[in-house]
């Protein structure tokens, strides 16, 4: 029977990758070591569950107009981010896909009056918030499918936590154990150097916003969002968050969480949260 058993607020932030480079003394600061530490644990707690299929939504994989959902059946490429080529150059990633569950997000999409397109294409580039923290922590035999999905421009939070709830309903007239991983910062201020944490007003909003998502207070935390989009200006206005909380919502279901860490990168906060379904 399908559920969505796991949720993960992840990370893809440059500085931690990849997982060698993290390990090997070349993170630039010892903020950042909480954060690897997290995404480590993160990875242990995918690998207990061994979901069916991961979908996942980076704040990196940006359209325009369409919601973009790639069913493509395996994804496979060699990945040097755009805006870190020093940090992130030649990972190559191969891992599979589910066409099967893209087809259907897309079908249940176009049935809500979502504009949408599905991919399905080897030469779909993904981009490094999805790569990243799969190939180098979560994933890192790539034996598990993944669904990604895009951040629409177009789409405001409501559309976006609407795609959460089809992820939600989707997975379960699938048949799928889903994991859903919504993969960026929650505040967002960027400035130069690696190291700079957010305002101690946006760290407090991040807690504010952990405390409630760790409490099961989804509902709440939805109702809060706008407000905490315009004060802490999460990254890509926050879409990611509310896809989360769409798919939370849709599970309809208290998850257990495990906050693993809260961290810096160039002014941005950063959370390593998993939620297991009770
Ligand atoms: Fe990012």
Redesign the pocket.
């Known amino acids: 029977m399908g559920e969505l058993s796991r949720v993960y607020l992840s990370v ?2 440059p500085r931690y990758c990849t997982y060698e480079a993290a390990f090997a003394g070349k993170l630039a600061h010892p903020d950042f070591r909480a954060v690897r530490d997290g995404l480590v644990a993160q990875g242990r707690d995918v690998s207990d569950a061994r979901p069916d299929v991961i979908v996942i939504n980076s ?2 994989l940006i359209t325009t107009f369409p919601t973009v959902v790639d069913g493509t059946p395996r994804h496979r490429g060699v990945l040097t981010a755009q805006e870190a080529p020093e940090l992130i150059h030649g990972v190559a990633y191969d891992f599979p896909g589910d066409w099967e569950l893209g087809s259907a997000l897309i079908e249940r999409g176009r049935a809500g009056g979502l504009q949408c397109v599905l991919a399905d294409d080897i030469h779909y580039p993904l981009d490094y ?1 999805t790569v990243m923290p799969l190939v180098c922590y979560l994933d890192r035999s790539q034996s598990i499918p993944v669904v990604p999905i895009s951040v629409c421009l177009a789409a405001d939070l409501r559309e976006s936590f609407a795609w959460g709830r089809i992820i939600a309903d989707a997975v379960v007239a699938g048949g799928r154990r889903a994991a859903f991983v919504a ?3 929650v505040s ?1 201020k960027l400035v130069r150097g690696p190291e700079k944490w957010p305002s101690p007003a946006d760290q407090e909003l991040d807690r504010r916003f952990a405390r409630m998502l760790a409490d099961g207070e989804y509902e709440k935390l939805w109702a809060w969002l706008p407000e905490y989009a315009e004060a802490a200006e999460p ?1 890509m206005g926050g879409r990611h968050l509310a896809m989360m909380l769409g798919a939370l919502l849709g599970a309809q279901r208290k998850f257990a969480a495990t906050v693993h860490a809260y961290g810096p990168s160039s002014g ?1 906060g950063n959370y390593v949260i998993s939620l297991a379904a009770r």
Do not use: L, P
């Open positions: 893809h932030t704040c990196h918030g993969s960026g910062s967002h990254e941005s």
